[in-house]
């Protein structure tokens, strides 16, 4: 997709990788709508040109007020960036239920609820793509990060059953997973802490800047998945060949966290 003059709707846009997308699309070209909870950070995000909704993506009102603020301005959505998301470092087995439903309703059910507002809009437009962040632990599930990889799995499953869903319609889905990103993910969390030689692994990370290029690219291309860095894919084969292996070095990470 040619990106100039398309209407792209970001969720999680006050801040890391949403953010960091409205820069990306912004040079190239698209109008914006943003969405988060913070006013000010969307409004210095959002440069004055965007249309800025303030308020908790796990409210289905505020989900609809955003898509129709949108529509109302540009009559249309090219693109959909389901982008906010929050971790939880809890164990599954202790994670209190309150935190685990919090996590549910919004790495999974604002993104399927954003998803069924746009894409009537999209179908009747002949075109458009929604594109979901899952992340690495969506492609292999990381033990200090147990249900929070299993809502990255759910999205991105949900996102590959959307694009067989809706090819005929010109309607394209795609799913990205990142790496470590420098945000403030980490310190976002709804409880628990990422294990110490997770911390150092730290310096391995890409920027949110590097993140959003490879979202920016992959939607220019109508790639499926985009797995930035790269070297997430090598995650994959390799527990693709060497399971035992793979889940005992995860499970390794997972032993320095504080339990
Ligand atoms: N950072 C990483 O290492 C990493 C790796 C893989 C995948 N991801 C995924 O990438 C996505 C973005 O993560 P990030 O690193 O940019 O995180 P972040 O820096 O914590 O930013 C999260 C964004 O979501 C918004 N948000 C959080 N809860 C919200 C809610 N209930 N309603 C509306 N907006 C809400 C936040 O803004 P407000 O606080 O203003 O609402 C913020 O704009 C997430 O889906 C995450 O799971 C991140």
Same mark, same amino acid.
């Given at each position: =997709?040619?990106? !100039? ?5 970001? *969720? ?7 953010? $960091? ?8 070209? $698209? ?10 950070? #969307? ?6 040109? $965007?249309?800025? *909704? ?15 603020? *949108?529509?109302? +301005? ?17 164990? %599954? ?9 919090? =996590? ?24 458009? *793509? ?20 299993? %809502?990255?799995?759910?999205?991105? %499953? ?5 694009? =067989? ?9 795609? @799913? ?9 993910? !980490? ?13 150092? =692994?730290? +310096?391995?990370?890409? @920027?949110?800047? !590097? ?5 920016? +690219? ?9 797995? @930035? ?11 693709? #060949?060497?399971? +035992? ?15």
């Amino acid at each position: =997709m040619h990106l !100039q003059g398309k209407v792209v709707l970001i *969720t999680g846009a006050s801040d890391g990788i949403g953010a $960091a997308c409205a820069h990306a699309f912004r040079s190239r070209g $698209a109008q914006l709508s943003l969405i988060a909870r913070t006013r000010e950070k #969307l409004e210095r995000v959002g440069a004055d040109e $965007a249309v800025i *909704t303030a308020g908790d993506l796990k409210d289905p009102a505020v989900r609809a007020a955003c898509v129709e603020a *949108t529509l109302l +301005r540009y009559g249309r959505i090219d693109v959909l960036i389901n982008n906010a998301g929050v971790g939880l470092y809890v164990p %599954s087995w202790r994670a209190p239920e309150q935190d685990v439903r919090d =996590m549910l309703e919004l790495n999974l059910y604002a993104v399927l609820g954003m998803t069924q507002l746009v894409v009537p809009a999209m179908k009747r437009q002949g075109a458009g *793509t929604v594109v979901n962040i899952s992340s690495i632990a969506g492609l292999v599930t990381l033990p200090w990060f147990t249900l929070y990889s299993a %809502s990255k799995f759910a999205v991105r %499953s949900m996102t590959d059953g959307l694009r =067989m869903e809706l090819r005929k319609e010109g309607v394209h889905a795609m @799913t990205v997973c990142p790496g470590y990103v420098r945000t403030g993910f !980490q310190e976002n969390v709804l409880a628990g802490r990422p294990p110490d030689k997770l911390w150092r =692994m730290r +310096r391995f990370a890409i @920027t949110a800047e !590097q993140c959003a290029e490879a979202i920016a +690219r992959g939607v220019e291309r109508d790639a499926r998945t985009v797995v @930035t860095p790269r070297i997430g894919w090598a995650l994959l084969a390799a527990r693709a #060949l060497f399971p +035992r292996l793979i889940d005992g070095r995860l499970e390794g990470i997972y032993r320095g966290l504080d339990l």
